[in-house]
């Protein structure tokens, strides 16, 4: 893939105004696909980094973890944020990534 191949990212953004108001503007970037590649394997590598357990103990037995679901932002500027409870997206977009644990080839 050639440096030119890019994404055009439109989101909405929250600014305060200096009468102490909120007002939503639209924001349109354009992101590289290279770098946003490179910020997206960065914030997967962390997450494996994260939840890199095959087991979890507990007091009731031994489970195994085979699916991981959660929800992340994308910025303006391709970066990738993991979302928590009750978080609203202001200016980037909302992504919803549900990882399986591959079988064993055998």
């Known amino acids: ?5 890019t994404l055009t990212f439109i989101a909405v953004e929250e600014r305060e105004t200096t009468r102490g108001q909120t007002e939503l503007s639209r ?11 490179d910020q997206f394997t960065q914030f997967m590598q962390g997450i494996e980094s994260a939840f890199a357990v095959d087991e ?3 007091a009731h037995g031994v489970f195994q973890l085979n699916e991981i679901q ?5 910025s303006a500027e391709g970066e990738f944020k993991l979302l928590g409870t009750g ?5 980037g977009a909302a992504l919803t990534f549900v ?3 591959r ?3 055998g």
Do not use: H
Not at 1 to 5: A, E, G, N, V
Not at 27 to 37: E, G, M, P
Not at 70 to 74: G, N
Not at 87 to 91: E, I, K, L, P, Q
């Open 1 to 5: 893939m050639d440096d030119t191949t």
């Open 27 to 37: 924001v349109t970037s354009k992101l590289s696909v290279d770098a946003l590649r």
């Open 56 to 58: 979890v103990q507990t």
């Open 70 to 74: 959660f929800s992340a932002e994308m």
């Open 87 to 91: 978080v609203g997206v202001s200016a």
């Open 99 to 101: 990882l399986t644990r």
């Open 103 to 105: 079988e064993a080839e």
